[in-house]
């Protein structure tokens, strides 16, 4: 039996010195000439490593990531912002878990020893880590954004909206962390690396479904590192959190080499060599998908090694304290390569050093799961025989799994370093109909189950994975060399075939794979605008300034490809719950071409506003005269075109109704009309959300999205609504509260238990928590600092709760009590007082708990 629980348990003992999150200027870990003591190493200098983690949150996988080689919250309790912090969470917001525990292995060849340094071992001792930062401020994460909606971490240099960098070494050995390996007998004996960790997410559409960890293994030794594979660990237990107890011993893993590419391309399969894991049914309820279905797939990719004859090798095992239940598919031994067994465990957990190593570097490459009880020797490798039918039923058909992806082997001289850089990705709907496990699935017949796994949106996000981090087409370095590419060819319409004898009328070079040279960049929207609210009662008014968004420019163009705004608002915190309200985008064009060659129409570059499209062809020219193939305009040249709007064209600035310019008379060119905040008045703007329901809180965002790329084939972007999605309800702010001295609101009240707050959206909008821990009883029209505090009808203190917003902002008028006791008890039906102080002085009311 597994106990995940327990283990979480543990390695919090372990954990010392978690910091939440830092940033740090970094310096070198360690100096370069002292400490090697003439034994190839280089002093330890941290007694007290700086543990952090950091949650990746922009896009829409989440991700929890520390600095010692570990991502994951293996099972404990972090708090990110207030909420729990997940391991792997996807879609963002859904409370669906992909992961327990993973970290990064590195194995390598020093002098005549064999040598393994884990960022956990997992299984047998999952607290010791081998891998860790310094102390103090010099240990801790650096975060850099690329967004300006936080400019504390806002940063030129960043590669991405979100970036994590941290520095740590195998080279530490503290004895409460890393004490002697309970297989191998000894201490921590370091391989001498240093590791830069960077880890780079996005919200795009294109890129929301992946995190790239890029790494730089650097020799801090004397000695060469030979033959160092490189592994990532995973334990990814797939459930909905509120299946928590068991969900994690059903999972299916395996190895997918290649995915079908989109129709058009000029190439039938596409590489991508990802190690994925998933539900084995995705959880349906009742015959249907449900709030707690986790119908996707996660999984590790490698996007960058430098060695170009790199082994990759996949293993997957069961761990488990019945040896007879530790499993894993092994090859049988040969006279030149003998069976290697593992001591204490069965054929699946690899125990001490030396039997790491043999995983990571026996280019062992096992089949999938669901394929456990067939017999495997029929295809050319020789396999130990499968567990008896019942146990090797039980392990296809879904269990506690962990796989280990490995690649190298990899040499690195003193003072050199190795680039390595993976993704961490999910794909959708992998799982598609909610019957097909029952219906497809055989134990000694799972193909016919494996062909209804869908891993099209998977093999979709692992593509634009490696594209972002190595643009196709692109020559970084300039010498030449722009990617692989194959040949699309278009042959005369009436040819079926490309035959002898047809005629070729065009071809065009397809670069499908980078250069190999980073660029770690991708088309993006423009950046979303900072907005601020002003509540009052019934309505929200959003505000924000557009000179950042508007003059962005696109990487790719090198133009400003600015399109317009869009207003959301929202209940809850999840992106897809987010209406559209109001937008305004350019009065522009999408300009389409007559090809004389192909004979087709084609699409000009970058849309014309109605303004430049009346410089060339006079001030009367209406584009949408012409707004077909059929219903086209010749140019003074000869030229065939015709016209479409980019999008709504909704560019009526001075409607009060719609959004409209806060100082429509400012100009864009007077450097000197500007807001508090430095922006041009020009670009400020508002938008009224009227009709709300005061008692409410909703979500408010303003999106920018620009028009799209042809150089890349892509289409609109549009910037996430989660990255400046402001909380707010719409009662009088706290300035308004202290202005007019207003009284003090508490509802509901009376508060039933029978009332069906959580189905009107009141309180536990997800309803996968006790409804005990999630009632809510709101206080609104409050100053901005008070203390609030109930009462027993008897007088006795029943909850104390400090409400602290002295600069105001959202929700600074408004607090809640979950209807829990300063002693964590559910209170009782009863009459109680309330009682809010501050300031300007207090107030006193009644509320009636009905249970």
Not at 467 to 487: E, L, M, R, Y
Not at 601 to 614: I, K, N, Y
Not at 826 to 833: E, F, K, L, R, S
Request: overall charge negative.
């Amino acid at each position: 039996m597994r106990y995940k629980t327990v283990l979480g348990s543990l390695l919090v003992l372990v954990l010392v010195s978690l910091v939440l999150s830092g940033q740090a200027q970094s310096r070198a870990m360690y100096d370069p000439d002292g400490g090697n003591g003439g034994d190839g190493y280089l002093k330890p200098m941290a007694s007290n490593p700086n543990i952090q983690f950091e949650y990746h949150n922009i896009g829409k996988i989440g991700l929890t990531i520390y600095n010692n080689g570990r991502f994951g919250t293996t099972g404990n309790t972090l708090m990110c912002d207030g909420e729990i912090c997940p391991s792997v969470e996807y879609p963002i917001g859904s409370e669906m878990e992909y992961l327990f525990s993973g970290a990064l292995w590195i194995g390598a060849i020093v002098g005549r020893d064999t040598l393994v340094s884990v960022g956990t071992e997992g299984w047998y001792a999952a607290g010791m880590m081998e891998l860790l930062p310094e102390d103090g401020l010099d240990g801790a994460f650096i975060r850099r954004s690329s967004l300006r909606t936080d400019l504390s971490i806002f940063s030129d240099d960043a590669k991405s909206e979100q970036d994590y960098i941290a520095y740590y070494a195998d080279t530490v050995i503290n004895p409460g962390l890393n004490d002697a390996d309970p297989w191998d007998n000894r201490p921590h004996i370091p391989i001498g690396l240093t590791i830069r960790q960077s880890s780079y997410a996005w919200s795009y559409d294109y890129a929301e479904d992946f995190i790239i960890i890029d790494y730089l293994f650097t020799n801090v030794s004397s000695f060469p590192i030979k033959s160092l594979y490189l592994g990532l660990y995973v334990d990814a237990d797939v459930y909905h959190r509120s299946n928590q107890a068991t969900g994690f011993d059903d999972d299916i893993c395996g190895f997918r080499h290649t995915v079908a590419t989109p129709a058009g391309w000029c190439i039938d399969e596409d590489t991508v060599n990802i190690a994925w894991i998933a539900d084995n049914d995705g959880d349906p309820l009742g015959g249907t998908w449900g709030f707690s279905s986790p119908v996707a797939v996660t999984g590790v990719s490698v996007v960058r090694s430098p060695n170009p004859d790199l082994q990759t090798s996949f293993n997957w095992w069961i761990s488990n304290g019945n040896t007879s239940l530790d499993f894993g598919p092994r090859l049988a031994g040969t006279d030149e390569d003998p069976f290697r067994p593992f001591e204490g465990s069965g054929l699946g957990t690899p125990t001490g050093d030396k039997n790491k190593y043999y995983v990571m570097q026996h280019q062992e490459f096992d089949y999938d799961q669901l394929f456990v009880a067939r017999n495997h020797n029929e295809d050319g490798a020789v396999y130990l025989p499968p567990p008896p039918p019942d146990i090797a039923a039980d392990f296809a058909d879904g269990y506690d799994t962990r796989y280990l992806m490995s690649f190298g082997p990899f040499d690195i001289d003193p003072g050199d370093s190795l680039p390595v850089t993976l993704s961490y990705l999910a794909g959708d709907n992998f799982h598609q109909e909610p019957n097909d496990f029952v219906e497809y699935f055989d134990v000694l017949q799972p193909e016919k189950y494996y062909e209804q796994l869908n891993f099209k949106d998977f093999g979709t996000n692992a593509r634009w994975a490696n594209w972002i981090f190595d643009n196709p087409g692109v020559d970084t370095d300039n010498d030449g060399d722009s990617g692989k590419f194959c040949w699309n060819y278009v042959w005369e319409a009436d040819s079926a075939d490309k035959h002898a004898d047809s005629v070729l009328v065009d071809s065009t070079k397809f670069y499908y794979r980078g250069d190999g040279v980073p660029d770690l960049r991708g088309a993006a929207p423009p950046p979303p605008p900072i907005i601020s609210v002003k509540p009052e009662l019934g309505s929200v008014t959003i505000r924000w300034n557009g000179q950042n968004s508007e003059n962005a420019i696109d990487v790719f163009s090198d133009q400003k490809d600015f399109e317009g705004y869009r207003v959301y608002y929202s209940e809850g915190d999840q992106a897809k719950e987010y209406i559209l309200l109001t937008s305004f985008d350019l009065d522009d064009y999408k300009v389409y071409v007559f090809n004389e060659t192909l004979r087709l129409w084609e699409q000009f570059a970058v849309p014309l506003t109605r303004d430049s499209l009346q410089i060339l062809y006079g001030a009367f020219f209406e584009p949408l005269d012409y707004n077909s193939e059929f219903n086209y305009f010749e140019s003074p040249g000869g030229d065939l075109f015709y016209y479409a709007p980019q999008d709504w064209n909704q560019s009526d600035l001075l409607d009060q109704n719609l959004v409209h310019r806060v100082y429509p008379n400012a100009s864009k060119y007077d450097a000197f009309d500007t807001t508090e905040a430095g922006f041009l008045r020009y670009y400020e703007y508002e938008y009224n959300v009227k009709n709300l329901q005061p008692s409410k809180a909703y979500y408010f965002s303003v999106t920018s999205f620009d028009y799209g790329s042809l150089k890349v084939d892509l289409g609109a972007l549009e910037s996430s609504p989660l990255i400046n999605a402001v909380y707010e309800f719409p009662l009088p702010d706290a300035n308004a509260v202290e202005e007019e001295a207003l009284s003090v609101i508490v509802y509901p009240n009376p508060y039933r238990i029978d009332a069906g707050y959580a189905t009107a959206g009141y309180e536990n909008r997800d309803q996968i928590r006790s409804a005990e821990l999630t009632r809510l009883i709101n206080f609104a029209n409050l100053p901005k600092v008070c203390t609030i505090r109930i009462y027993s009808i008897d007088g006795d203190l029943i909850r104390e709760i400090e409400h602290n917003y002295p600069e105001g902002g959202p929700r600074s008028q408004h607090e809640t009590w979950n209807v829990i006791s300063r002693n964590t008890q559910a209170v009782v039906t009863g009459i109680y007082y309330w009682h809010v102080e501050s300031d300007m002085g207090e107030q006193l009311g009644k509320l009636v708990i009905m249970k």
